[in-house]
């Protein structure tokens, strides 16, 4: 996996290290939410990615989630209260199971108009015909008499 990953990364120039470890991101998914709340979601998420993946750095452990918010001028010291609180655990646990009642078990997973999943990072040509043969589902859909 860490094979495929390396050289679809190479393509977009993105470098993965030699992955290891495999952390515990739960205190890394609740500093995202905190990060989204103050509306930098994608900074801290972008920079969690190349935390782990590139510098190979455990995205499991407090002071790396502190060094990671501090770069983002996070409230490092409302992180921690927040994290230490579980305050944002509730809402992953929404969403989670959200996710199992729709038998969601992969990220990323796309939902179509409710019913057509699209799993996985596909290559986007891959991804544009899954959605031109969606769409040519639900117009042939459209067009049946009632």
Do not use: W
Not at 101 to 106: C, E, K
Request: no cysteine.
């Amino acid at each position: 996996m860490y094979a495929a990953l390396s050289l679809k990364g190479k393509e977009l120039g993105i470098s993965f290290g030699d992955l290891t470890l495999l952390a515990n991101s739960r205190l890394a998914m609740q500093a995202s939410e905190f990060a989204r709340d103050h509306g930098k979601f994608a900074a801290f998420h972008e920079a969690l990615f190349h935390a782990y993946f590139t510098e190979l750095r455990d995205i499991g452990d407090m002071e790396v989630i502190t060094d990671i918010a501090r770069q983002m001028t996070l409230g490092t010291r409302e992180l921690d209260a927040a994290l230490q609180e579980n305050r944002y655990l509730p809402r992953l646990q929404a969403v989670t199971e959200e996710a199992r009642q729709l038998n969601i078990s992969a990220a990323p997973t796309f939902l179509v108009n409710g019913q057509f999943k699209i799993v996985g990072a596909l290559p986007i040509e891959t991804f544009r015909r899954s959605l031109l043969e969606i769409d040519r589902i639900l117009s042939k859909k459209s067009q049946r008499p009632i």
